[in-house]
């Protein structure tokens, strides 16, 4: 199927622990994101990424690192988990040329306790 | 940066009603304005769009409008169905910004509900 894709779809794990979340897409886009949506459902954007290269960085603290092996995957790394990166995380992704339509990704719940 | 507020935060209509919601953008640059919808669970998906060149569009019962003066836009649905229930997003962007990567900006959602 194409899609965009995350890994895992739960997560719960300790505070002070470093997690990592995947996501892919096979929709042959040259642009992706991460989203964080908070227990208030909004939607606010961490990171993008355009063929590898780092373009949108929020504030975000420095505990969390994107990192893009190619264009179709964008990977988060999230150090010293603290009970307030509970969320869920969407992945999403878009052709940056036509830059609209951006597609999601399932989402990662991740619990901090 | 880009502002979207969005009202309002609930809404509850009888099936077969309409349903309005209103979105506001501070930034008279953006040019892009998307609109998803996401059940309880699920991942956000586009149901409707609409650039800055344009001022309304439809698709069956959705509508959106934009009004570039105002700097505001809406979405209608008509004929509510008890499955249109879900929270609704508006978001606005600058398409075409070089160095940029079409950052969308979400407003804070409306939870519709669709009552039978």
């Known amino acids: 199927d194409t899609a965009v894709s995350q890994t895992p779809k739960y997560l719960v794990t300790q505070m002070g622990n470093d997690k990592s979340i995947k996501c892919e897409q096979n929709l042959g886009h040259d642009t992706m994101y991460w989203y964080k949506q908070d227990s208030k459902k909004f939607l606010k954007i961490m990171f993008s990424?355009?063929?590898?290269?780092?373009?949108i960085n929020e504030t975000v603290p420095n505990r969390f690192s994107p990192k893009s092996p190619d264009k179709a995957h964008l990977n988060l790394h999230i150090n010293s988990l603290e009970l307030g990166d509970s969320a869920v995380y969407f992945c999403a992704s878009t052709f940056r040329s036509n830059g609209e339509t951006q597609y999601f990704g399932p989402g990662t719940r991740l619990l901090v306790l | 940066g880009e502002n979207v507020e969005q009202h309002p935060s609930t809404l509850s209509v009888q099936e077969g009603d309409s349903a309005v919601i209103k979105c506001t953008y501070s930034?008279?640059?953006?040019?892009?304005f998307p609109w998803y919808k996401q059940e309880l669970g699920k991942r956000p998906q586009l149901i409707i769009d609409i650039r800055s060149n344009v001022g309304e569009k439809k698709d069956q019962r959705i509508a959106v409008t934009l009004n570039k003066t105002a700097k505001h836009f809406s979405l209608h649905i008509t004929e509510t169905q008890p499955e249109d229930s879900a929270v609704y997003f508006c978001?606005?962007?600058?398409?075409?910004?070089?160095?940029?990567?079409?950052?969308?900006?979400f407003g804070t959602g409306t939870q519709l509900k669709v009552e039978l």
């Open positions: 930034d008279s640059a953006s040019n892009y």
């Open positions: 978001a606005a962007s600058i398409m075409g910004l070089t160095g940029g990567g079409n950052k969308l900006t």
């Open positions: 990424y355009n063929n590898k290269e780092l373009i």
